[in-house]
């Protein structure tokens, strides 16, 4: 069946780094954009990063850019966050999702599947 | 901060309709972007409920219903049930922002 499933969370402290992977079955990866979307504890949804199906284009929510690299290896199909300068407020549970509809312009389209997410805790 | 806004709670007793909104701008929903609904169960991961404003996925009951009209949407949910009581966001895209945006989500309560 189609899934995914988030690794590398951990507790950090503030200004370091962390990489989060998100490992996909089921489904033809290459063929459809990903995103990674947060949850702060008893907080909302916020969408973080988003990447083509072919690694060509990289989106990012103004909270995140410059510090965080979304990036996709097609061959291994995994999708990946490097989050650097980590913050107290970058404390979530990540998830990783897949866009519903493959198309070389998908930002129309909602995300079908979510993994079950990563906690990251930043924290002295 | 989200730029799609819901009420914070909705409740009805079991079999009643409730309705949700999520209220935008010309920038997101009134741009013409589609939305989405997604439900969020106590302890786990957000499940798309509806697509393009009004579809649903498979396995989805067709008590779950969506419209969108001019800068909002709305959820409806008929003969609610128990296990309805969760977590609903709405999502769309906002060209000023370049970027995805999430309704600030309602909790469900079945009383």
């Known amino acids: 069946q189609v899934q995914l499933v988030e690794s590398g969370g951990g507790v950090v402290q503030p200004g370091r780094s962390l990489r989060l992977s998100c490992a996909s079955s089921?489904?033809?990866?290459?063929?459809?954009?990903m995103r990674w979307v947060r949850q702060a504890p008893s907080k909302g949804l916020e969408w973080v990063a988003a990447?083509?199906?072919?690694?060509?284009?990289?989106y990012y929510a103004d909270s995140v850019k410059g510090r965080f690299t979304i990036s996709r290896d097609n061959s291994k199909i995994t999708l990946y966050l490097q989050m650097n300068s980590l913050r107290t407020e970058d404390t979530a549970v990540y998830y990783c999702?897949?866009?519903?509809?493959?198309?070389?312009?998908?930002?129309?389209?909602?995300?079908?599947?979510w993994g079950q997410g990563t906690t990251v805790t930043v924290s002295s | 901060q989200s730029v799609l806004t819901q009420p914070p709670s909705v409740s009805g007793a079991p079999g009643q309709r409730v309705t949700i909104s999520c209220t935008g701008s010309?920038?997101?929903?009134?741009?013409?972007?589609?939305v989405h609904w997604y439900q969020q169960l106590p302890g786990t991961a957000p499940k798309l409920l509806i697509y393009?404003?009004?579809n649903r996925p498979s396995g989805v009951p067709d008590r779950f219903s969506g419209s969108k009209s001019g800068t909002s949407a709305s959820l409806a949910i008929t003969g609610l049930l128990a296990e309805d009581e969760a977590d609903y966001y709405c999502?769309?895209?906002?060209?000023?922002?370049?970027?995805?945006?999430f309704g600030t989500g309602t909790k469900v309560t079945v009383l």
């Open positions: 089921g489904f033809t990866f290459s063929s459809y954009g």
């Open positions: 990447i083509s199906y072919d690694g060509s284009n990289e």
């Open positions: 010309s920038s997101n929903i009134g741009a013409g972007y589609d």
């Open positions: 393009d404003n009004n």
């Open positions: 999702t897949k866009v519903r509809s493959p198309a070389a312009i998908d930002y129309h389209y909602g995300m079908d599947v």
């Open positions: 999502q769309s895209y906002d060209s000023s922002l370049s970027g995805y945006v």
